[in-house]
């Protein structure tokens, strides 16, 4: 055992993407036995393979950390309980406003179980280990990256909603989107519900306190911006592999990969270039997500090549204004410092 720490230690990277892997796909089966073949009771096991980042990146936090534990565990479960009820409230919302699942007992004790491992992620920003709170504390922190959350919030949306109306001058396709509420209250609100349905499942939570929260300043402390996209890019695309077959994806056809790699790489990059300007913040780099995926889940036939050359144009002139390719100093946020260091 002290061999394979002392490995993970010496390899936090390679450790990350092993235990992820090993997380997501190793519960992969559920995907399917729950959207394919409707065994609901194999659900909380896709919420848990949806959490394979940010569990990994627990996970090697909490074993290569030395230190003393801190605080009370009182405070670790008062976390853990709010976290726990809103999740579940969050869950609910999205499940009674957008499914029209109507609510009842048995679906807020399925919410209760169903969610408990995005409530431990969230909490986790109250551990008593030092190491693991410092390294989570920015997905719960608005505080001064107010403005870059704004951002977030609309960067990626307006460009998904600027290729609608650019694919159907261009005569690709026809505007569409899902049926929406003819009152505005009424569509903000909707959208509301899966904006934060995103975020906490699982853009934030589950995804960005892994890739961008662990993973990411790591990979900035030996290469660029620009290069520590691209890697997470590349790893990123067949994690969902099994998320995909399960939706009835064309997994099994290299377009679809070519596609898929194309959008998340431009993709890595803005969220990349998000998290390093708001200072190594996972709360920005998760409403960047979650913008993204809500947006397109109200415009579900996106025109992907419209939309990958406009992204395309905006990463572009993001790289060249951040200057991606030039490694960050060690002292920046976005950068991972280890215990004990000093600036």
């Known amino acids: 055992m002290h061999r394979i720490i002392d490995w993970i230690k010496r390899h936090q990277i390679a450790a990350f993407f092993i235990i992820t892997f090993a997380i997501t796909w190793g519960l992969g089966f559920s995907y399917g036995a729950v959207m394919k073949r409707g065994q609901f009771l194999l659900a909380p096991l896709v919420f848990l393979a949806t959490c394979g980042p940010a569990l990994a990146g627990i996970i090697i ?26 999740s579940a409230l969050v869950f609910l919302a999205n499940n009674t406003f957008l499914n029209r699942a109507p609510l009842s007992p048995r679906l807020v004790g399925f919410a209760l179980v169903c969610v408990l491992p995005v409530a431990f992620v969230i909490s986790m920003a109250y551990s008593r280990i030092p190491a693991v709170r410092s390294s989570l504390a920015s997905l719960i922190r608005l505080r001064g990256v107010w403005g870059w959350s704004i951002l977030a919030l609309v960067l990626t949306p307006a460009l998904i909603l600027l290729s609608v109306p650019v694919s159907s001058i261009l005569g690709r396709q026809p505007m569409t989107a899902h049926h929406l509420p003819t009152t505005v209250p009424a569509l903000i609100g909707l959208i509301a519900v899966k904006f934060f349905y995103q975020l906490f499942f699982f853009n934030a939570t589950g995804e960005e306190a892994g890739w961008r929260g662990f993973a990411l300043p790591r990979l900035q402390t030996r290469t660029s911006p620009l290069i520590a996209a691209l890697i997470l890019a590349f790893f990123w695309v067949p994690w969902h592999f099994f998320l995909w077959q399960a939706e009835g994806r064309p997994v099994l056809v290299w377009q679809f990969w070519s596609q898929y790699y194309l959008i998340h790489i431009l993709f890595s990059l803005f969220i990349v270039w998000m998290y390093n300007r708001a200072r190594g913040s996972i709360l920005v780099a998760g409403i960047t997500h979650a913008a993204a995926n809500t947006a397109l889940a109200f415009f579900p036939g996106t025109d992907f090549p419209i939309l990958c050359a406009i992204m395309a144009v905006v990463a572009l002139v993001l790289i060249m204004a951040g200057r991606m390719w030039v490694k960050l100093p060690s002292d920046h946020p976005a950068v991972y410092r280890a215990p004990g260091y000093a600036a």
């Not at 074993?63 to 670790?76: D, H």
């Open 61 to 86: 936090t909490a074993v290569t950390s030395s230190g003393p534990r801190q605080g009370t565990r009182r405070t670790f479960w008062i976390a853990f309980l709010a976290a726990w009820i809103v």
